[in-house]
């Protein structure tokens, strides 16, 4: 059984960092793309950021990049991201996701492409 589990929301300020981690058992991220997405309240959920099976290829939405670094450890099945600059409108649930297809491209930017969830955990930047 695949899972998922996300780490390290809160609240931060404008301006401040913080960084998500994503353990995943089940699966061997490895041979996976693997993606962050965000839902705000009262909207779609939203992809962030993706890494493809081998880390050595990784995709933003325009609002998070040079802002948002994905990133992930194969011997410990861990995705993160690392968000710095945060600003109020990156408030939102955000959620860990694992592609359905083994070494697949790194462009899944659709909810679709993942066939397994995190729980999700809350980011809040206050101004």
């Known amino acids: 059984q695949v899972q998922l589990a996300e780490s390290g929301g809160g ?7 913080l960084r998500l981690s994503c353990a995943t058992s089940g699966r061997a991220i490895s041979a996976y793309t693997m993606a962050w997405f965000r839902q705000h309240p009262g909207k779609e959920r939203e992809f962030v950021a993706s890494i493809n099976w081998s880390g050595g290829s990784t995709d933003y939405a325009p609002s998070v990049k040079d802002r948002f670094t994905i990133s992930k450890d194969n011997a410990e099945n861990t995705l993160y991201l690392q ?3 945060l ?3 990156d408030t939102a649930v955000y959620y860990c996701a694992a592609g359905r297809e ?3 491209p790194v462009r899944r930017w ?3 492409d993942y066939d397994h969830w995190g729980q999700g955990t ?3 930047v206050s101004s």
């Open 11 to 17: 609240l931060v300020q404008v301006g401040g960092s």
């Open 83 to 85: 968000m710095d600059v």
């Open 87 to 89: 600003k109020p409108e």
């Open 102 to 104: 083994q070494f697949g």
């Open 110 to 112: 659709f909810t679709d």
């Open 122 to 124: 809350q980011v809040t």
